[in-house]
């Protein structure tokens, strides 16, 4: 079954500081992650994936088959972080279901 | 392009009452999700369709739920009759593989059932 873990429901940083928002994953096979970024009220976004090793806004993840991670990470937070950060993995081949986990509050503090 | 589109952007209406909401998928996308989404159980999803036939029904609460397909450009979810408990934000969304994959989600909309 595809399971997506995200943790910690509220991470509470100060502006300046290393952010690492954690997501584990099951899944039989080798999935597709993304991270989606959704600001008050506002619709999800895509904010990467790992297939193109971007970073975006600062913001960077690497899958880790060993440990089934793909921890989200920036080293400096900015006030404008302050959103819901959703996990989310879709199969590879076949079906295009993106099943996300349960999402983490971050919240950066001036 | 516009985006996905969803309509209306809010909704209150009164238990009982038939809702429908739409969506308009990226013209080219050919898979198309509902969500719903609440405070306490997150982001689920309810349907999704892949070239206008559906695949997994499986997050549809229940039978007053229905989501049709019609055509690659639209797509309802009905809610008959309402309950209080839908009170929620429906996201649609809509994805294709290729060069350029992922998903577009639309703004939403809030459902509120008093």
């Known amino acids: 079954a595809q399971r997506v873990t995200q943790p910690e429901k509220l991470l509470s940083v100060f502006k300046g500081a290393p952010v690492e928002l954690k997501c584990n994953y099951s899944?039989?096979?080798?999935?597709?992650l993304f991270w989606y970024v959704q600001y008050s009220r506002q619709r999800l976004q895509l904010l990467l994936r790992h297939i193109s090793r971007e970073s975006i806004k600062g913001f960077t993840a690497d899958l880790n088959k060993g440990e089934t991670s793909f921890h989200l990470k920036k080293p400096f937070a900015q006030e404008e972080d302050s959103a819901m950060y959703y996990c989310a993995l879709a199969p590879i081949t076949g079906f295009q279901k993106l099943v996300f986990g349960t999402g983490t509050r971050l919240l950066v503090s001036p | 392009d516009a985006g996905v589109i969803q309509s209306p952007r809010h909704e209150v209406t009164e238990m009982g009452q038939e809702v429908t909401l739409r969506c308009k998928p990226i013209s080219g996308h050919n898979s198309l999700f509902w969500y719903r989404q609440t405070m306490m159980r997150g982001l689920e999803l309810l349907i999704y369709f892949n070239n206008n036939v559906p695949i997994d029904d499986s997050g549809m609460p229940e039978d007053r739920f229905s989501a049709k397909m019609p055509n690659a450009s639209f797509s309802t979810l009905k809610i008959q009759p309402s309950e209080p408990r839908d009170s929620a934000v429906y996201f649609c969304?809509?994805?294709?593989?290729?060069?350029?994959?992922?998903?577009?989600f639309g703004s939403g909309t809030r459902l509120t059932v008093v």
């Open positions: 899944y039989s096979g080798s999935p597709e």
């Open positions: 969304a809509s994805s294709s593989r290729g060069p350029n994959y992922g998903y577009t």
